[in-house]
């Protein structure tokens, strides 16, 4: 009796989702956002949900769920019940970083989260403080291979996106600068416009208001074309340290198991946004790199995943910053 | 001078907008009700009412999250004048004397002199805003890790003149405040520390659980164990006004804090935590019976109340002028103006100067509405408490809950609520005060994280806080306030500034 109970059960559960994938969705889905409501990636994430809400006739209620570095939101998406009504707004630290920095990290970015597709990425900048002593990047390079240890860099915590690509910058040039570590990346770009620290990296949206006013320097942008937002600085690639290549990207992503015709919905509904007139200029006035054309949808962002994650492990290993 | 009129003027004309004015008072209104809500602070409420504002004018929308910010934090004291529930840090020396009143049945005056000093911070605040905006920035950039350290250090003096009983029992009170803090992740290596495995507890402990636990929870287990006191508490109730001998006790009081506020609020961080904390030590040094502290003293009502809400507004002036959010809820302004197409920074006020001189002449305008929808609902909360306490106090324990539950969205918060009120009821049981505790428990992590950040800047060298003159002059100021409160009690003589 009891076996044919579970046999009913499992039959009706097997044919309510099939039901329910045709005319998804139904109520509104939770997009999980794994930082504070008003940071870069709730910025993006609220930006094209709400065109993704017109899209599916169905509101995207943005849920921020903080702590661990992203780590906790990411986690409690991964367990959530694969329907399409619980997604996530991912990003570099959340799904590749985290890998490297956390060895008991709960998830796989790779196996446990099904891709529905990139958002937009946010360019690093390499900047200095007011009266740092180099005109441009070359000038920069040289003077903090000579000081290395003497440099004060500022962070907005382990971990951070600030923290990471910095990483990176400092792996390049072959310097180990003493790392100030601040909470936010509020309180570091104030240290670095009082000058207390020497130079940070950090995503375009925080510094360009501040190098337009000439508060700071900026030297460099780690993309291959320069940024509209900031088109006299140049890139990384033109000023001469063309590996420097990094972008904080944000990403949807759903629980694993969830089925294809929605993660499809969904990924429509996200190229759609990203085509708007409306959203593009929203997203390029904050400085932010649009995917376009391949660079968008499921298998492309699964491919960036294995790639940044493959990339960033080993950095961050051989910086022998580990948290537990 | 003219410039500023000039200034102001536009600032108005843009403020006073029908549509403005129409969404100044909504926001004002919003964040009271919403700020009453034990748990539900300012950060919480701007975060749920994000959206709201999405399909608004830039300019009416920030005005409009403005006014919710100045409604919550005003709620929030409501909370813990009634039901000795602290909205915010900033509200917790709120409940050392505001509760005590209204346990005497002068929940009214403490709630009037409460809107009336704010309203008075509020107007003072926004001419600083206005005239010194620029010049003030300058000075809150010279603080660096060494002067904030320095900073902290003078806050750690203030909370052991806070305690009302025995100064050892404060200091102790202090340290668990600061060990508590120090749940949570290392600043520099990433590592979780004193966390137990528990992943919750990565970020640390939230302080909203925290105070609540101990002030909130267990009050009402106390509250439950004497009933019937507790009812005649409530018959007491008298007039809804400040007295004349209120309002003249008051006066200088708030005068004092709203100069006190307006300073420190420039500063990132815990400007205006510190303010409040600093004010009602400030009435209790120079009141000429400190033994009225703790028990309903209504300086320790207005002097803390108007700091906080100077400090408030002046916490703008960091990002109205650099760009840089000095706290959680102006970064929440920061995302606010990015949403709407404004990257805030240096040149806000040159290229938007309707935008900047509209949002500062809002401000005076919200402390104004404050005003008007609090006096007549003073009236409302007062008769709330008369409300038995049988059917008062689960009301006050669901909200709560919810309040703790959207925080983070996590049921584990509620949880630890619920402990932290175990552990305050224990507390009361053996007179040890949580004031100074909470005093430990904000400032420890500004105090630590300084800390290191100036060492490491320094080198590892500690001569770095004496070196600097603006530490300098902290660390004397604070040497001089300890030994006044220490060394009576070397010649065993019961001093009257900090033990009554």
């Known amino acids: 009796m009891k076996k044919l109970l579970l046999a009913l059960g499992a039959a009706l559960l097997a044919t309510v989702p099939a039901a329910a994938q045709s005319d998804y969705p139904t109520r509104p889905i939770t997009v999980i956002v794994p930082f504070a409501a008003g940071g870069p990636t709730d910025t993006v994430t609220r930006i094209v949900g709400e065109h993704m809400s017109r899209t599916l006739g169905q509101q995207l209620v943005v849920e921020n769920v903080v702590g661990a570095g992203g780590t906790t939101a ?124 020497d130079y940070m990296c950090d995503q375009i949206v925080n510094a360009v208001p501040q190098v337009q006013a000439g508060t700071i320097k900026a030297y460099a942008v780690a993309t291959p074309q320069r940024n509209p937002a900031l088109p006299d600085v140049p890139t990384t690639v033109e000023a001469g340290l063309p590996d420097y290549q990094t972008s904080a990207w944000n990403a949807l992503f759903a629980p694993k198991g969830t089925p294809k015709p929605i993660l499809d919905k969904l990924s429509a509904a996200l190229d759609k946004a990203l085509s708007d007139e409306t959203v593009r200029k929203r997203l390029l006035d904050l400085g932010s790199d649009i995917p376009e054309g391949k660079a968008r949808g499921q298998e492309a962002l699964a491919a960036h995943v294995k790639a940044e994650i493959d990339k960033w492990t080993p950095i961050i290993k051989a910086a022998g910053i580990e948290a537990k | 001078m003219e410039e500023l009129f000039h200034n102001l003027a536009l600032g108005f004309s843009v403020a006073a907008h029908p549509t403005n004015l129409g969404l100044c008072l909504l926001g004002a209104l919003v964040g009271t009700l919403i700020g009453v809500l034990p748990g539900i602070g300012p950060t919480a409420t701007i975060a749920m009412l994000l959206p709201i504002t999405f399909g608004l004018p830039p300019v009416g929308a920030l005005i409009m999250l403005a006014g919710i910010y100045y409604g919550a934090m005003y709620g929030g004291s409501t909370t813990a004048i009634l039901v000795n529930i602290p909205g915010e840090a900033a509200s917790v020396v709120t409940t050392l004397d505001g509760f005590q009143m209204a346990k005497q049945g002068r ?33 809150a950039l010279q603080f660096g890790p060494a002067e904030y350290f320095s900073l902290m250090v003078l806050g750690m003096v203030f909370a052991v003149v806070l305690a009302k009983g025995s100064v050892p029992k404060a200091i102790t009170m202090i340290l668990v405040g600061l060990i508590l803090s120090m749940v949570g992740t290392d ?21 909203v659980g925290l105070a609540m636990g101990v002030f909130g929870f267990s009050e009402i287990m106390r509250n439950l164990e004497v009933a019937e006191q507790r009812e005649l508490v409530q018959k007491k109730v008298t007039g809804l006004m400040p007295t004349r001998k209120d309002i003249r006790d008051a006066t200088p009081a708030v005068i004092r804090g709203t100069l006190l506020g307006s300073l420190l609020g420039i500063l990132p961080g815990g ?30 009502v207005a ?82 408490l008369r409300v038995p306490y049988r059917l008062l106090f689960p009301m006050i324990l669901v909200f709560c809950c919810i309040g703790i539950y959207t925080l983070n969205n996590t049921p584990f918060d509620v949880v630890m609520t619920g402990l932290f009120g175990l552990l305050g009821y224990w507390f009361i049981k053996h007179d040890l005060e949580p004031a100074p505790m909470l005093l430990g428990f904000v400032l420890g992590p500004l105090m630590e994280e300084n800390l290191r950040r100036a060492m490491l800047l320094a080198r590892g060298d500690a001569t770095v806080f004496l070196t600097r ?16 409160a220490v060394l009576p009690m070397i010649r065993g003589k019961r001093d009257e500034v900090f033990v009554e």
């Not at chain 1, 600068?177 to 570091?188: A, Q, R």
């Not at chain 2, 205006?272 to 209504?298: H, M, N, V």
């Open chain 1, 74 to 197: 990411s986690t409690r998406a991964m367990r959530a019940t694969p329907d399409g009504y619980t997604i996530i707004t991912g990003h570099m630290g959340t799904h590749a970083a985290s890998v490297g920095l956390y060895p008991k990290l709960a998830y796989d970015p790779r196996k446990d989260f099904e891709p529905i597709g990139l958002i937009a990425g946010t360019p690093i900048l390499i900047l200095a403080k007011k009266d740092f002593p180099a005109k441009d990047l070359k000038e920069f390079i040289a003077y903090v291979k000579a000081n290395g240890s003497k440099l004060n860099e500022a962070h907005a915590g382990v971990g951070s996106v600030s923290f990471t690509t910095c990483l990176l910058l400092n792996h390049l040039l072959g310097v180990k600068p003493t790392l100030i570590p601040f909470t936010g990346t509020g309180p570091s770009m104030n240290a670095l416009v009082a000058g207390q620290v």
């Open chain 2, 107 to 139: 929940a009214g005056a403490a709630l009037a002199i409460a809107a009336l000093g704010s309203f008075f911070a509020g107007c003072v605040a926004t001419v600083v805003v206005a005239a010194l905006g620029k010049p003030l920035t300058s000075v």
């Open chain 2, 187 to 207: 600043i520099e290596t990433g590592q979780t520390r004193m966390t137990f495995g528990i992943i919750e507890l990565s970020d640390g402990i939230g302080f």
């Open chain 2, 271 to 300: 400007g205006t935590i510190l303010s409040a904390f600093g004010s009602y030590t400030l009435e209790k040094k120079i009141a000429k019976d400190p033994s009225r502290f703790g028990k309903g003293a209504i300086e320790g």
């Open chain 2, 303 to 384: 002097g803390p109340e108007s700091a906080n809400n100077a400090a408030s507004q002046t916490s703008f002036i960091p990002l109205l002028t650099l760009g840089i959010p000095p706290n959680a809820v102006m970064a929440l302004m920061v995302g606010a103006m990015t949403i709407h197409g404004i990257v805030p920074g240096p040149q806000v006020m040159t290229k938007q100067p309707d935008l900047f001189w509209g949002l500062v002449a809002s401000m005076w305008l919200g402390n104004l509405m404050l005003v008007i929808i609090n006096l007549p609902l003073v009236g409302l909360w007062v008769r709330l």
């Open chain 2, 469 to 484: 003159p603006i530490s300098a002059g902290l660390i004397a100021l604070s040497a001089i306030l300890l030994i006044v």
